[in-house]
Antibody
Framework: QVQLVQSGAEVKTPGASMKISCRAS????????MHWVRQAPGQGLEWMGL????????LYAQKFQGRVTLTRDTSTSTDYMELTTLRSDDTAVYYC??????????????????WGQGTLVTVS | SSELTQDPAVSVALGQTVRITCRGD??????ASWYQQKPGQAPVLVIY???NRPSGIPDRFSASSSGSTASLTITGAQAGDEADYYC???????????FGGGTKVTVL
């Protein structure tokens, strides 16, 4: 079945960097973009960025520009999200989520499915 | 402020109908998707592309849209529907995606 499996929880000190992995299975990895989303404790979902199927194009939320890097290893069907210069407010659960989309005459739609199980990163 | 706005919370009696709204100009050109999230779990897609349900999502979940407002309706709410619900769409710039702030649904 289609599945995204993320790496395990991490504890980091302020100023450090983190790199999370997201391994895909059950579908053609190079046919879909991948989103990254985070959720701080008790807060809502926050979109961070997106990488294209070949790993050559990335889009980042303005908030994370300069601190986040998305990469992809197509040989292992694995995506990576690196966030640098960590602060305490980067403490959150980080998710990868596969992009799906449709374009019709009266509009377009995108949806995130499936999601990884989430990776808790604690910065303290 | 977020490009998509949701009411923070709503309650519904068991078996009754509840509507969750999502407002934002970007919805005029984008079909909202909707996600259910229960405590300690990853979000789950419940509606995509106008009013489509993934396999396994009950037909009591439906969606509609008009202008800059999208809505998710739960008809005959069950105790298991108690969760946070988020809408999502591509942002107005076309270079980002945005989530609403989420609506906490309580089933009484």
């Amino acid at each position: 079945q289609v599945q995204l499996v993320q790496s395990g929880a991490e504890v980091k000190t302020p100023g450090a960097s983190m790199k999370i992995s997201c391994r895909a299975s059950g579908y053609r990895f190079t046919s879909h973009w991948m989103h990254w989303v985070r959720q701080a404790p008790g807060q809502g979902l926050e979109w961070m960025g997106l990488i294209n199927p070949t790993g050559t194009v990335t889009l980042y939320a303005q908030k994370f520009q300069g601190r986040v890097t998305l990469t992809r290893d197509t040989s292992t069907s694995t995506d990576y999200m690196e966030l640098t210069t960590l602060r305490s407010d980067d403490t959150a659960v980080y998710y990868c989520a596969r992009d799906n989309s449709i374009a019709e005459a009266d509009g377009s739609g995108w949806w995130f499915d499936p999601w990884g199980q989430g990776t808790l990163v604690t910065v303290s | 402020s977020s490009e998509l706005t949701q009411d923070p919370a709503v309650s519904v009696a068991l078996g009754q109908t509840v509507r969750i709204t999502c407002r934002g100009d970007t919805l005029r050109n984008c079909y909202a998707s909707w996600y259910q999230q229960k405590p300690g779990q990853a979000p789950v897609l419940v509606i995509y592309a106008k009013n489509n349900r993934p396999s396994g999502i009950p037909d009591r979940f439906s969606a509609s849209s008009s202008g800059s407002t999208a809505s998710l309706t739960i008809t005959g709410a069950q105790a298991g529907d108690e969760a946070d619900y988020y809408c999502n769409c591509r942002g107005a710039s076309g270079n980002n995606w945005v989530f609403g702030g989420g609506t906490k649904v309580t089933v009484l």
